[in-house]
């Protein structure tokens, strides 16, 4: 049983469907989207369209959670869940991912793309026009790479291998065949599936890749 002077969790954990919500699990990354606080409050969804995945730690900095007039550090479970987010790697902290992310793009478009147009191109894809409402995707589920996250039964699964594993906010849980035909509603933007068709490789959490 928790302490009852244990602090609650702050509201900066973001879940596979970009929601800012408080829950105990703990991330592997963090990131940001802009300045979304005030005080020790988020008041707004995103600040610009560059929402970027950053390392933990990175040349021993450290920072202020709720820093006035700074972004606002947010934190993913694993980076497939910042993928469905609708992050991307960032270019300073994580430059060989970021690199690897571009190549991947790159390839899968044709042309090379800049930090701008990737930017804006995830932008399109992970909000509906004009609004802050989540824009998701219907795709066959038959080539989906890892890493993706699908809605299956109104929940967020990825998929791994022919699994595919429930994500909750207390980790991973439930797993089940992955459909093997049909169309499937995806959370994960199409360009970063494209990248992950690539041969980018997705950190996943080690309990959704191996149960035991």
């Not at 494209?194 to 959490?205: E, S």
Request: some cysteine; proline content about 7%.
């Amino acid at each position: 049983m928790e302490h009852p002077s244990a602090p609650s969790p702050a509201r900066n954990r973001v879940t596979p469907l970009g929601d800012i919500e408080a829950f105990e699990l703990r991330g592997a990354f963090t990131g940001n989207r802009g300045i979304l606080h005030d005080g020790v409050e988020v008041v707004r969804f995103h600040a610009h369209d560059a929402w970027i995945t950053c390392a933990l730690r990175f040349k021993d900095r450290w920072s202020e959670q709720w820093r006035p007039h700074r972004f606002t550090w947010l934190y993913f479970y694993d980076e497939a869940v910042s993928f469905a987010a609708g992050h991307r790697p960032c270019a300073e902290c994580r430059r060989r991912s970021y690199k690897d992310y571009q190549s991947a793009w790159a390839q899968a478009t044709g042309r090379p793309a800049s930090a701008k147009a990737m930017n804006k191109q995830l932008h399109a894809e992970r909000l509906v026009r004009g609004t802050h409402r989540r824009r998701l995707h219907s795709l066959p589920i038959g080539d989906l790479p890892d890493g993706v996250f699908v809605m299956l039964d109104d929940a967020p699964h990825v998929l791994v291998g022919d699994t595919a594993v429930e994500w909750t906010r207390d980790g991973y849980s439930a797993r089940r065949r992955r459909p093997a035909h049909g169309v499937v509603t995806t959370i994960t933007p199409p360009s970063t599936i494209d990248v992950l068709r690539c041969g980018y490789a997705a950190q996943i959490h080690p309990s959704a890749v191996d149960p035991a």
